[in-house]
């Protein structure tokens, strides 16, 4: 089966840390390229960053030099390091596959996980 699986979202606290895992099965994801998206609460879907599948990265500026994205290939997994969160950063969070298009809409990509809640409330 084709399967792509977010996790380790929780609650933090303002200023606190965390690291989602994309994990993937029955496909090889070093081949795609790997955008993530966020939704908040009454909000579209918003896409803020993507690694090609040669490792290059493009951010959005509300997260440039908070969040970081890298790939274990051997693991099959993409990693999303999130440092120094903030209240509006609470949403549900996506990892999906590239296919073509515009990095930041979501009609760009095909293969989508189920969500990982993060929530940074005092």
């Known amino acids: 089966q084709v399967q792509l699986v977010e996790s380790g979202g929780e609650l933090v606290q303002p200023g606190g840390s965390l690291r989602l895992s994309c994990a993937a099965s029955g496909f090889t994801l070093e081949y795609y390229p790997i955008g993530w998206f966020r939704q908040a609460p009454g909000t579209g879907r918003e896409g803020f960053l993507c690694?090609?599948?040669?490792?290059?990265?493009s951010y959005i500026d509300s997260v440039k030099g908070r969040f970081t994205i890298s790939r274990d290939n051997a693991k099959n997994t993409v990693y999303l390091q999130m440092n120094s969160l903030k209240p509006e950063d609470t949403a549900i969070y996506y990892c999906?596959?590239?296919?073509?298009?515009?990095?930041?809409?979501?009609?760009?990509?095909?293969?989508w996980g189920q969500g990982t809640q993060v929530t940074v409330s005092s």
């Open positions: 999906a596959t590239f296919v073509e298009g515009s990095y930041y809409a979501s009609t760009s990509y095909r293969f």
């Open positions: 690694i090609s599948n040669s490792g290059s990265t």
